[in-house]
């Protein structure tokens, strides 16, 4: 049994409401929900958690080495664009990592096409929508069965 964390950057919280052109319809506790359900059917735990503060996503990163979180799945959202510092708190708790995005932020505007995180993550989904989410998680559990 392996143990997930799902992180949400700013403005996630807003899901269902805000621009849903560019994110859905859909609300973060239902993309929640879905996670969690298909990991307690592929017989993993899973734990989720959303700020609008950088120092909180820090926070629950540090303390997901000492839970035995064996990986990441992160939208930074915004963060991904401007934050070295969750970059460090990444790189320091060495968790293997999925970035993921709702939108494909590569037909968005210039700035949202550089990431701080895509080089240390183990991969990158974008432009899926919620399925962005559960297309890294089926990829993470992957990942994790063929290592063993």
Same mark, same amino acid.
């Given at each position: 049994m392996a143990k997930f964390l799902t992180l949400h950057g700013p403005n996630l919280n807003l899901l269902g409401e805000r621009e849903p052109g560019h994110y859905g319809s859909e609300n973060l506790e239902a993309i929640n929900q879905t996670l969690a359900e298909r990991c307690k059917t592929a017989g993993h735990e899973f734990d989720c958690f959303q700020s609008n503060a950088e120092h909180q996503l820090i926070e629950r990163i540090h303390n997901s080495r000492t839970e035995s979180t064996d990986f990441i799945i992160f939208n930074p959202a915004a963060f991904t664009h401007t934050s070295v510092a969750l970059r460090d708190a990444l790189l320091a708790? $060495? !968790?293997? +990592? !999925? *970035?993921? /995005?709702?939108? $494909?932020? /590569?037909?968005? *505007?210039? +700035?949202?096409?550089h990431s701080y995180f895509s080089d240390i993550a183990e991969g990158v989904i974008c432009g899926f929508g919620k399925t962005s989410y559960t297309l890294a998680l089926d990829a993470a559990i992957q990942m994790l069965d063929e290592k063993g």
């Open positions: 708790v $060495n !968790i293997p +990592f !999925i *970035e993921v /995005h709702l939108s $494909n932020v /590569h037909k968005r *505007e210039s +700035f949202r096409a």
